[in-house]
């Protein structure tokens, strides 16, 4: 039973979760026909108003990412709050941001005045490729993760950083909390990784893990940062 207080108006209430064996991916059995609509219709205030406390820990999170990366445009897909943009923008970053959720994307614009586009990942084109393409919480929402990946290699130069952010349902956290692991009843949430499943993934589509971090924003999550071969 999908009890999570952030619940989504469009997503069946109960969830079947599934496992891949030969993968080790966990995927949710059902979500809604139309996704991305059911996405661009709702919004959640919690999601709009900026969290401040969050931006000493992005910006650890941007500085070790700059250490890797060879050039200076960052996106970001999915842009919640804006929190990562802002603090990007302060490390003198040229950035940019999209999210399939126009009240998301328009109240970043707004606040940071930086262009960001709504728009289904999926679709966005570009003509100057990034060197920095932040992925935070969001792999976990799309029916296609695989196919997020490759997008994002398209979308980096040679050399160019992928940095994730998601549920490790093989974390130290979920181990400890078992079925009381919050992850299990989120509404959005469709697909799950271990760190050897996304690992896998990753090498798979033309990436070499370069870092692994425990997530200092939620319980169970890992921070994988990724190099285009």
Partial sequence: MLTHGAYTNGFHPIRLWMYCEGCHHIYSSCY????NRTLESTSRE???KPKTQLLSSYGKVISKLKEFSRGNRLLEVGVGAGEMIAVAQELQLD???IDIRP???????RMLNVPIKTIDYQEFEVNQAFDLVCMGDVIEHLEDPRQALIKANELL?????????TPNFESAFSKMLKTRDPMWRVAE????????????????????????QISSHYN????VTAIKE
């Fill in 95 to 97: 950035v940019m941001g």
């Fill in 220 to 223: 169970g999550s890992m921070e």
């Fill in 189 to 212: 949430h469709l697909n799950y990784f271990s760190y050897h499943s996304l690992k896998v993934l990753l090498e798979e589509v033309g990436f070499k893990v370069a870092d692994y």
């Fill in 32 to 35: 809604p026909k139309d996704l």
């Fill in 103 to 109: 009240a998301y994307a328009n109240a970043v614009s």
């Fill in 46 to 48: 919690v999601h709009i």
């Fill in 157 to 165: 130069n040679k050399g160019g950083v992928l940095w994730i952010s």
